[in-house]
């Protein structure tokens, strides 16, 4: 249903810099995926679309000349002059991705909290659901990462939210078994996170999407935490219309490019 914050810790290898462009490399991804991959971003404070597109090209040849399999960048959505000049660079949109924002969370009444804390030997089940629920996120529409590829790696995200990456998982039961889960982060600044929430297959339309979403802001309420972010993509509506309801407004929109470059390396 969403896609938010990124199944590692935090990237350690230092940027490279070409004018108004940074290639780093993005090490949990390189070792999950057996392939280099790095990510880009553009400092646009101060300078011409022309230049970051020739900054740009800069970063896109140090990085085929440093054995980079894939890169990585996101723009605003609102700069459109960047999306051209990421496209002009060989680089192919791949999500168009929407982060909402529910401000002033207030604590729900009990009989609103219907999830609960995951055990460890549910762990199993989430992991399953994980697997095949995020067909609009970016890295099922690029084609660098195999349907299988997909698949682990939301396996593995869930797992790491459950080992610590998260503040709480929660999940709902139907017919004696898991029906879907959410989690609860919390960021730097003292606001929350949704980063993966889904319902099974056999599960959906049944209200359980939405009951999730409000167990989460319930939990971040008693937490003492008033603002909650969550991303999913703009082609997902089912869970644009959820979180409109649970009272999330959009915040901001972000168009994510990528390259490959060592189509060799390709797995789709």
């Known amino acids: 249903m969403t896609l938010a914050v990124r199944p590692r810790t935090q990237d350690v290898t230092p940027a490279q810099v070409f004018g108004a462009v940074s290639l780093r490399s993005l090490d949990w991804d390189t070792q999950h995926f057996g392939r280099k991959m790095g990510v880009l971003a553009i400092d646009m404070s101060g300078r011409a679309a022309a230049e970051i597109q020739a900054d740009l090209r800069s970063a896109l040849a140090a990085g085929s000349r440093d054995g980079y399999a894939h890169l990585m960048l996101r723009v605003p959505a609102e700069r459109l002059d960047l999306a051209t000049a990421a496209e002009r660079c060989g680089m192919r949109l791949v999500d168009v991705a929407v982060d909402l924002v529910a401000r002033h969370v207030e604590q729900r009444a009990p009989t609103a909290v219907r999830a609960r804390a995951v055990t460890e030997r549910e762990l199993g089940a989430l992991r399953n ?140």
């Open 129 to 268: 659901i994980a697997s095949t629920a995020f067909e609009f996120s970016r890295f099922a529409t690029d084609p660098f990462f195999s349907p299988e590829e997909v698949s682990t790696f939301y396996r593995q995200w869930i797992t790491n939210l459950y080992g610590g990456m998260a503040r709480a998982v929660l999940v709902m039961s139907a017919a004696d078994e898991i029906a879907g889960f959410t989690t609860c982060a919390v960021q730097t600044d003292q606001t929350g996170r949704i980063p993966l929430i889904a319902t099974s297959d056999d599960h959906r339309r049944q209200g359980i999407g939405y009951a999730l979403i409000e167990s989460s802001l319930a939990w971040f309420a008693n937490a003492g935490i008033g603002t909650v972010w969550v991303r999913t993509q703009v082609a997902n509506y089912a869970a644009l219309a959820l979180y409109n309801r649970a009272g999330f407004n959009i915040g901001a929109a972000e168009l994510t490019f990528t390259v490959i470059l060592r189509p060799e390396e390709a797995r789709a």
